[in-house]
Each structure stands twice: as structure tokens, then as C-alpha cells.
């Protein structure tokens, strides 16, 4: 114990030593020691104007630091068209990059020597702090082998240095000169979508637009618009489940699902504006049922043929979370996790031709619109006041509202297979069809 206290007095002293060691340093250098600020030192009106933007800044007479965000501007951008659809990246790339990697090596298992002499198995359980301690010092070890194998460079990257020798023009930011990283194959489920390999699918999603400008300049603030002028299977050679009727139909009609949990059925008058979501009646319980909680039901089964008779008289068709029935969708949604950083969802659209499915509203998400397939209109709106952001998505907008309130769209455009479409939560928007022809669409939410 004496010990003990003879070593944390001796910390003491060095730490005190450290400090005067920094003052008289800062002394001799003309500036002023560090020191907290005081609370009655906290900024003024003069300060607070004079910060620079995106910086903290103090209020007069507040205690806590409050930090400045650019109002986000609202204007529409010109749409951008993407023609040379031979020089783009080409879906079949990603296609490779989205191939799963889940399977662990069986044949890794088999090869493995028995366990005979008595030693814990590698799945036994281990304790916690040590295998914190090796996670730590194998990631450590990682890191340093990448540094030096890079030489002091940073990661993989999407785009070639301006100063490149190998004729590629530059660092240009179109699909032209995109460079998708190689990156190993995973080798165990936690592995199925490396950064690197997110980045590029996003990068994918996003082209010609690079993913740093789309940040910058559109998201939360403006909405996007890519006509991908040729390539009509841009998005179906990576969403094949999910790219035509027949397809969707063979998904409705082979797996178990719930009414207004996996599946909507809606109706839009458009005559009145209002819309209707139908379900058919539910079946009688037995009276031991009948008492029990709303919470505890199971709710009403899907049945593909109340779903597909509704379909050919005009309703549509709204899969919720179709990564449930769609690997390739699954795949597709891990990847942009990766590359946010959060949680990416999604529903699919299917609306029969010449209709629309659903009222005007906005979301409280990020939407990512991709046509799979038909031809849709869309028309955007600017957010109201007070709705810049919002963290609850609205009702629907009644047609005096629409006419009185939000006035003419931001953005009206046709939507055709492989084209994307972007716009942050609050913009209202409607879509319908502008043909004979039905429209699918996957709308993906961050």
C-alpha cells in the first residue's frame, strides 16, 4: 500500500512538472496560458457575429454553446442526364460487389484439426477483457500493415488523383472515371458489405453526382434529379426480384404476409383526393379469441388474390420492407447502411397504369426514388412553413389545401426506368402513372 501511494504521488509531481513546463514554454512564446473560460466571459452579441459559419457560438447571456447551420437552400437543380451510358459504370460491376458473402468456409471447418488435446475450443467462451485486449491488438496490428503498405495514403479511392499519368482525365467526378476498389471477399457474415465496397455502390447510386457534392449541395437541402438517358436497366440488373409485375407477383404470392404490416392495398380518388387502404374483413374468432388483446392478434393474412383482383381495378400495390422477400434488395439496403452509417429502408410501389396510388404528402425520411420500371410523373413541392425537416411525416393534403397552401411544384417530371430522383423529408410530393403501362418503383429511405 505504501508503495502504492508513493507511485501516485510521484504522478502527481510529474504531471505538475508537465504543466509549468507548457506555461513557461507558452510564457517565453508571448501567449497566453490556457484556461477554462468563465461563465461571465461567455461570448457576446459582437462575437457571435463575428464567428465564422458552421462554427459554436455563444449567445449573449447564455451559458451553453448553440451552433450555426446554414439555412439549407430549396432551389431545384437542373436535371442531370447521363447519355454516354457505354463509358458508365455499369450495373453488372455492382452486381459483383453485392454478391453475398454469408457463407462461412465450410471447407475451412472440415480442414480444421480436431480438438483432442484437452484445449478450449475457439467457440467456448472466452473472458470478456481478453478478448477485448486481442481485438485491440489485432486491429492495431491491422492498421499498421495498411499504413505501411499505403505508404501514408489514405483508403482505397472512388476517383483517380488529378495528376494521374494512365490518360484518364482526372479526377472529373463522372461515372467515366470511377475506380471501384478491389476489396477481398468477406470472411464472415459481420464482413458482408466493406466500407470500400459500400462507398462505390453508393457512388453507383448516386452517378454522375459524387457522393462528397451530393452531400455538400443536396442532401437535406434540394432535391435531385438524374435522367439516365439508354440504359433502361440500370436499376434491374441489380434489382432483378423486384422488376416487373410478374416478378413482384411471384414474391406476394409465395410468401406468408399481413396486411398493413408486409403489404397495402390503396385506393386514390382522385376526384375527391382522398385515399382509402383496403384489407378484407377479417375472419370470425372463436369466442376464447375474441377476448383477447387487439395487441396480441396476429392480424389479417395476406391473400394474393384479394390483392391482384384489386390491382386490375385500379388500386395499387405497397410492399413494405421487400428485403424481407428479396435477397438482391437485402444485399443492396446492407450496402447504403454500410455507406450512411445508419439504418436504410425501403418500400416498393406497384401502380397500375393511368392511376396514382397515394394523396400529397411529405415524409419524415431521406426518399431515394428508383424507377424499375413503366413511367411515372412526379410532382414536388417546397415545404411549408415550419416544415423544414420535419421529424413526423404529415397527412395527407386535401386538394383545397394543395390549391391554397403549397401552390405550384418545385419539380414535375417524368420519371422512366433507370432514372433516380431525390428529395429530403418535408418536400411534399405525388406521383401517377402516365400511361396504359404499370410503374414500379423502389423508394429507399435513410
Not at 87 to 114: K, Q, W, Y
Not at 221 to 239: C, H, I, N, Q, W
Not at 406 to 413: C, D, K
Request: negative net charge; aromatic residues 6%.
Amino acid at each position: 500500500m505504501q508503495a502504492s501511494g508513493q507511485s501516485r504521488a510521484a504522478k502527481r509531481k510529474q504531471k505538475q512538472k508537465l504543466k509549468k513546463r507548457q506555461k513557461d514554454a507558452a510564457a517565453k512564446q508571448g501567449a497566453a496560458p490556457l484556461k477554462r473560460p468563465r461563465e461571465e466571459d461567455s461570448g457576446t452579441s459582437e462575437k457571435a457575429a463575428a464567428a465564422p459559419e458552421g462554427r459554436e457560438v455563444v449567445r449573449e447571456g447564455s451559458k451553453k454553446p448553440r451552433l450555426q447551420r446554414e439555412e439549407p437552400s430549396r432551389g431545384m437543380a437542373a436535371p442531370i442526364e447521363v447519355k454516354d451510358t457505354e463509358a458508365a459504370l455499369r450495373s453488372d460491376t455492382i452486381v459483383e460487389l453485392l454478391r453475398p458473402f454469408l457463407e462461412t468456409s465450410n471447407e475451412e471447418e472440415e480442414d480444421a484439426p480436431a480438438n483432442t488435446n484437452g484445449d478450449a475450443h475457439p467457440n467456448d467462451a472466452v473472458d470478456e477483457d481478453d478478448a477485448e485486449d486481442d481485438d485491440l491488438a489485432r486491429n492495431g496490428s491491422e492498421r499498421d500493415e495498411r499504413e505501411q503498405a499505403t505508404d501514408g495514403q489514405s483508403g482505397p479511392s472512388l476517383f483517380p488523383d488529378s495528376d494521374d499519368t494512365d490518360g484518364s482525365g482526372g479526377n472529373t467526378g463522372s461515372l467515366h472515371d470511377l475506380k471501384v476498389p478491389e476489396v477481398p471477399a468477406a470472411s464472415h457474415p459481420g464482413e458482408l458489405c466493406p466500407k470500400a465496397r459500400a462507398e462505390a455502390i453508393l457512388q453507383w447510386l448516386l452517378g454522375p453526382v459524387a457522393v462528397d457534392s451530393f452531400f455538400d449541395e443536396y442532401w437535406e437541402r434540394r432535391p435531385l434529379l438524374v435522367k439516365r438517358v439508354g440504359d433502361t436497366e440500370y436499376f434491374a440488373r441489380v434489382l432483378p426480384e423486384l422488376a416487373s409485375v410478374e416478378k413482384v407477383r411471384e414474391v406476394v404470392n409465395t410468401n406468408y404476409m399481413i396486411h398493413g404490416k408486409d403489404l397495402d392495398v390503396t385506393l386514390f380518388d382522385s376526384s375527391s383526393g382522398v385515399r382509402k387502404t383496403l384489407a378484407p374483413k377479417p375472419r370470425k374468432q372463436p369466442p376464447k379469441d375474441a377476448a383477447a388483446d387487439e395487441a396480441d392478434s396476429p392480424g389479417i393474412p395476406v391473400d394474393p388474390s384479394f390483392v391482384w383482383r384489386n390491382f386490375g381495378e385500379g388500386c395499387s400495390v405497397r410492399l413494405r420492407c421487400p428485403q424481407q422477400h428479396s435477397d438482391d434488395c437485402w444485399r443492396f439496403l446492407s450496402a447504403l447502411e454500410d455507406a450512411f452509417g445508419s439504418m436504410v429502408g425501403a418500400n416498393l410501389y406497384v401502380t397500375p397504369g393511368s392511376h396514382q396510388g397515394f394523396a400529397p404528402h411529405y415524409d419524415d425520411i431521406e426518399a431515394f426514388i428508383l424507377q424499375l420500371s413503366g413511367e411515372k410523373r412526379w410532382r414536388v413541392y417546397s415545404p411549408s412553413d415550419g416544415d423544414d425537416l420535419p421529424r413526423l411525416s404529415s397527412s395527407d393534403f386535401s386538394k383545397d389545401a394543395m390549391a391554397s397552401q403549397v401552390g405550384e411544384p418545385l419539380l414535375e417530371t417524368v420519371l422512366r426506368p433507370g432514372d433516380l430522383l431525390y428529395f429530403p423529408r418535408g418536400f411534399i410530393h405525388q406521383a401517377e402513372t402516365v400511361s396504359g403501362k404499370p410503374s414500379i418503383h423502389l423508394t429507399v429511405s435513410a
